[in-house]
């Protein structure tokens, strides 16, 4: 596990422009790798990559199958979905660490790979929580009080953020400072 300031990242999109300028922006602080499609990232992700930046749509290979195939080979790498897709109840059983629609800020963008970077040092239990924390607070910005009031899944989501942070009263007194930051990166742009 590289520091920080040695992390590389690997930045996922189709749209070449965009990936480019996602990389311009992380490259001052990080080593950054692009690459501009599904079947590229498959081959540039690997052991030496702490984040990856991924887009969801893309036309060669998803966004969704790229992220379950890095969960399948097992690297110890983060996930930023960057997308334009509004995040529905799908995002429930996918395997990323954070999800944040486009367009995304400069300060959003660094300060979500900096989280991430930081939730390394943290034990299962913790990346769990921010893992649930994150789809809830998606989908809360997303849905209706009345869609999320009728939905088990969101219910049983709920449910297991109250257990994994009654699990962890120790630890979150260091989490609230990165929980508070957490909540104020921007993740759905104009809400």
Not at 3 to 24: G, M, P, Q
Not at 46 to 51: Q, S
Not at 102 to 122: F, H, I, M, T
């Amino acid at each position: 596990m590289a520091n920080d300031s040695e992390a590389t990242l690997l930045v996922v999109d189709d749209e070449k422009e965009v990936a480019d300028v996602y990389a311009l922006k992380l490259e001052r602080e990080y080593t950054v790798r692009v690459a501009y499609g599904g079947e590229e990232a498959l081959e540039k992700v690997d052991a030496d990559v702490d984040v990856v930046l991924l887009d969801r749509r893309m036309p060669d290979k998803s966004g969704d199958d790229v992220l379950g195939e890095i969960r399948d080979r097992e690297l110890d790498c983060r996930v930023i979905m960057i997308t334009a897709v509004d995040p529905d109840f799908d995002i429930i059983e996918m395997p990323f660490d954070d999800y944040l629609c486009k367009p995304v800020e400069s300060d959003d963008l660094l300060e979500a790979v900096r989280q991430q970077l930081r939730a390394r040092g943290y034990d299962d239990r913790l990346n769990q929580y921010y893992e649930v924390t994150s789809k809830l607070a998606l989908l809360e910005a997303e849905k209706t009080p009345q869609e999320l009031e009728t939905n088990e899944d969101i219910a049983a989501l709920r449910e297991r953020a109250e257990r994994l942070e009654a699990e962890m009263d120790e630890s979150l007194a260091d989490f609230d400072d990165f929980e508070m930051a957490f909540r104020e990166i921007g993740r759905h742009p104009g809400r």
